[in-house]
């Protein structure tokens, strides 16, 4: 028969009362009046549980990637469009990507801020702005190739 690691211990607060769970982060054994679980799942202290909180990644993080990539899109299927539905996709996918790029500098320069290897969301800020970046020499080459487009069809040499 194998015995539970909390069988015998008691709450760090509570003395005398059994402890029902064990801090994730600290490692503090935890009664039922004490244990709070964040993530829906993980077993926190009060004070581990105000910091993970704390350390969530933010959506708006996670969605710059996204954005960039539907901006990516946006522009191809732009350019293999034909007319006015050929422009009109790329008048909507050049501000998604940059909002994408924005909003990954702008949550990575605060998760720079944050002491720590593994700060929450700092793959997604990575991974925001390379696509970002990504999306912007896209839109600059499109911009050169439209004025380059224009140029040769409207000033042609008689």
Known sequence: MTTS???GAGCAKHAGVPAVEVCTRCGA???AECVEYVEEERPVCASCAAI???QRTPP????????????LIGI????????????????????????GLALSIQHGR??????????PGFGWAVAG?????VHALASVLLAGSFILFLVSRY???P
């Open 5 to 7: 690691p909390l069988s």
């Open 29 to 31: 054994f935890l009664c």
């Open 52 to 54: 993970a909180r704390a």
């Open 60 to 71: 708006a993080l996670k969605a710059a990637p996204f954005l960039s990539v539907m901006g």
């Open 76 to 99: 191809v299927e732009g350019f293999l469009q034909r007319g006015r539905l050929g422009l009109v996709l790329w008048a909507l996918a050049i501000p998604l990507g940059f909002t």
């Open 110 to 119: 605060r998760l720079s801020k944050h002491e720590g290897l593994r700060r």
């Open 129 to 133: 702005r390379l696509l970002g970046l």
């Open 155 to 157: 000033f042609r040499a």
